[in-house]
Each structure stands twice: as structure tokens, then as C-alpha cells.
């Protein structure tokens, strides 16, 4: 090596260490044109320039390093990264392929090429590589749930639940993947989707996402129970439909006459004393939380709870 590209190579060295790339890549360039057959220069040059931004500029290098290497793995990635930064997902597509082609457990490579036919909408390609990954890195479990989210995107439901299910079972807090199980359950499994609503709760009350889908959940499973007549069901949604605060009147005189046809009279008689309170007056009401206080034995409450109406409606010959 000439002696002067020889310190300028040691200072670009020294330059890259400390963090002043600018100055690293200027000495670098300064070995090249005294020896441009300094490829360790030269690969150095290409990856500070890559960290500048100026892609073009390091695709350059690498190119040219690549000519006179053309299976080195690491040179074939980086020539891919900086393409792919660059904006040229068609020209890293091949070249993360060659790296996955001469070593397919090269994880960088065949994550790269997944993200770049993902953003070239081959879902299909991601899919099958993202499968490889999977199959490399069992516990990785973020590319497991990419999986899954591009099963769902392809029409690909089933697939995409066994995915989720593993990923759930191995990683128990994995909030995200809980939530879009319940999302392809919905349809299929409303209980099911549920449950892993629960889940999700029992970590994260406030969990993104998982109150709007929870609300989707009810109000499909509740038009199934009322199409079908099913009472038990209607009111297990219908307490889920109030857990989740939508505490309508409506809804909980619904549920809590549903309680009473169903003989549980003590939940009918607490979602009937909440409404007594906002509607003293209503004598409907009123009857019949007196009838499942006396039936519960509390006599003296379900008194109380007439002379309420009374005094709320004095002169109602009604009353």
C-alpha cells in the first residue's frame, strides 16, 4: 500500500471511530485516489457514505466492490441496503435473494427481502419468506405476527389464526397479537374473541384498539342471541355490552328483566335498584324491583322502595 493512502486510510479509520464521518469519508477518498484497488478502503468509504445518506454514492462503491467479489454475502447485502434506502426496491430485491440463495439462514438478507416485497405488494413472496424466518427464529416473535398480519391481508384467515395462537401461547402478554386474534375470531368465535379481549384487559385496560373491537363483538353476538331467541345468551352479551360502559338505560332494563325471566333475581334486583335511582318515579320499575326484593327476603327494602314512588307521585290515583 502506498504509504500516504496507507494514513489516510488510518486516519479515515480514526475519524469513523470518533464519530466524524464527513472527515472519515474525506481521507478515505483520499487513499483511493493514490490506490484504487483498496477494496477495504473502498468498503469502508461505502458504509460511512451510507450512514451520511448519500446512497447513490455508497451503490457506487459497492457496485464495484461486488464486480471483483461477486458471492461475498456481506457486500451483496450491504449493495441491497443502501438500494433499498435509496429508494430502489426493485434493484435490492435481486440481490437480497443472491444472499438468501447462497446462505439461506442469512436472517438480515431474507428480512430485507421480505420488507422490499411487502413494499411491492407481492404478499404471496413475503409470506413464503417470512415463513423461512419463522421457521429460522421460532422465538422471534414479531416476525411470527407479521406473518400472521400478511395471512389475514391475503385472504389467508385460518393460517393466520394458527399463527396467532402459537404466538399467544409462547408470549402470553403479547397484547398486539391478542388483538388481532380476537379480530379474526370475531366473525367465527365471538366467546373465543372475547376471551382474548379478557386477556388483553387483565394487562392493558386501555389497550388501543381493543375497546372498538370489543364494541363490534357485542353488538354482532347480540343481534345472533335476539335472532335466535337465545335469552341466556342475550343477557351474557348484554353484561358484556355494560362492562365495556355502555350503561344505557335501555340496555340495562333489558338485561336486568332477562335476569328476572332467568331466575337471577339478585343481579335482575341491583341493575333494577341503579335505575330506581334515576327514575324514582317510574311505577313500572319500581314493582318490579319490590317483587325481586320480596322475593330475595328483603321486605323492609322493597317497602322502602314503594313509599319512594309514593312520594314521588303523591296524587297519582295510579300509585
Not at 469513523?16 to 477518498?29: I, K, N, P, T
Not at 337465545?230 to 351474557?236: I, N, V
Request: hydrophobic share 40%.
Amino acid at each position: 500500500m502506498h504509504p500516504k493512502a496507507l494514513a489516510s486510510h488510518q486516519a479515515g479509520l480514526a475519524y469513523e471511530q470518533h464519530g466524524d464521518l464527513q472527515a472519515a469519508a474525506v481521507e478515505y477518498e483520499k487513499a483511493l485516489a493514490l490506490d484504487p484497488r483498496l477494496d477495504l478502503t473502498r468498503t469502508h468509504l461505502a458504509a460511512v457514505r451510507h450512514q451520511l445518506g448519500d446512497y447513490e454514492a455508497a451503490i457506487g462503491h459497492y457496485r464495484q466492490l461486488v464486480e471483483a467479489q461477486p458471492d461475498d454475502l456481506k457486500l451483496l447485502y450491504n449493495l441491497g441496503a443502501s438500494y433499498s434506502s435509496a429508494g430502489r426496491p426493485a434493484d435490492a430485491a435481486p440481490l437480497f435473494l443472491r444472499c438468501a440463495r447462497l446462505d439461506p439462514t442469512f436472517v438480515p438478507a431474507l428480512s430485507s427481502l421480505a420488507w422490499v416485497y411487502r413494499q411491492q405488494g407481492n404478499g404471496d413472496a413475503a409470506i413464503a419468506v417470512l415463513g423461512q424466518l419463522a421457521s429460522l427464529q421460532p422465538e422471534d416473535l414479531e416476525v411470527r405476527y407479521q406473518l400472521a398480519e400478511l395471512l389475514r391481508d391475503q385472504g389467508r384467515p385460518i393460517e393466520a389464526i394458527a399463527q396467532l395462537q402459537g404466538l399467544v401461547g409462547q408470549n402470553t402478554g403479547h397484547l398486539a397479537g391478542r388483538l388481532l386474534l380476537a379480530d379474526l375470531l370475531a366473525e367465527r368465535d365471538a366467546e373465543s374473541a372475547w376471551q382474548q379481549l379478557s386477556a388483553i384487559w387483565e394487562k392493558d385496560p386501555g389497550f388501543v384498539g381493543s375497546r372498538l373491537l370489543a364494541e363490534r363483538i357485542v353488538q354482532r353476538a347480540l343481534g345472533q342471541a335476539e335472532g335466535t331467541g337465545d335469552r341466556l345468551a342475550e343477557a351474557t352479551w348484554l353484561d358484556r355490552k355494560i362492562l365495556i360502559g355502555e350503561r344505557e338505560p335501555v340496555s340495562m332494563r333489558r338485561l336486568a328483566d332477562l335476569y328476572r325471566d332467568l331466575d337471577r333475581t339478585a343481579k335482575a334486583a341491583a341493575l333494577y335498584q341503579e335505575l330506581h335511582l334515576l327514575e324514582p318515579g317510574d311505577l313500572d320499575l319500581s314493582s318490579v324491583l319490590a317483587s325481586c326484593l320480596k322475593r330475595l327476603g328483603k321486605r323492609d327494602e322493597a317497602r322502602t322502595v314503594l313509599e319512594d314512588v309514593l312520594q314521588a307521585r303523591p296524587d297519582d290515583p295510579e300509585v
